[in-house]
């Protein structure tokens, strides 16, 4: 089977994500203040959805800075693919061989905080829908990245989404290894 996913596929989401990883995204405030979780998680927003844009991708930035997204195609029912942009401290920096905000490439493998959680997952989504839309494919959904800020903390940025948009009505969460993430902690709700 031949790859859709072409050189300059690649060579594009390696200088997209690095762009990404080069933003120091931590949470540096408590939710109350504008942008709500600092401005370089503000920057981090902008960034991933310029590079959707650039994709092809209808953008929306939350007017307060709690989230964003990107939508691709037409139809009834809105596939969900949720992102986030924040990332947890780098602690002690002479531990890191790299520099943790410059996603450096070492043997085939991007190091750098953010590259495998969530900055690197998600912009292999994006170029995986941008490889199969320049392939020739078309949906009958919608597909919406929904790109998160504060998941490391507390998630608020879900929940201001969730009280001001349109749910899923399915999705994913681009976030672990291979095959399958198949549980994500608060993804239950009982009463």
């Known amino acids: 089977m031949n790859s859709m996913i072409t ?7 390696l200088l997209d994500l690095q762009k990404l990883i080069a933003i120091s995204s931590v949470n540096t405030s408590d939710g109350t203040t504008n942008p709500p979780f600092g401005q370089e998680i503000a920057n981090s927003l902008a960034e991933v ?15 307060e800075g709690f989230y964003g997204y990107a ?8 596939v969900g693919i949720l992102c986030h942009l924040d990332v947890v401290p ?27 959680d969530d900055k690197g997952p998600t912009i292999a989504a994006l170029y995986a829908l941008k490889a199969v839309v320049d392939a020739g494919f078309t949906f009958n959904k919608r597909i919406r990245f929904i ?10 940025c879900m929940d201001h989404y969730n009280l001001n948009e349109e749910a899923p009505t399915m999705g994913f969460v681009p976030d672990g290894v291979f095959p399958l993430t198949y549980a994500e902690k608060g993804c239950c709700k009982l009463s």
């Open 49 to 63: 959805l310029a590079i959707s844009k650039s994709l092809g991708m209808v953008t929306y930035s939350d007017p």
């Open 90 to 116: 780098e602690g002690d920096i002479s531990l890191w061989e790299t520099n943790p905000f410059e996603g450096v490439v070492k043997d085939g493998v991007i190091y750098g905080r953010g590259s495998q």
């Open 147 to 156: 790109f998160g800020t504060d998941e490391e903390t507390l998630w608020r």
């Open 7 to 13: 050189e300059l596929h690649k060579k594009e989401s």
């Open 71 to 78: 939508d691709y195609g037409q139809g009834e029912e809105l």
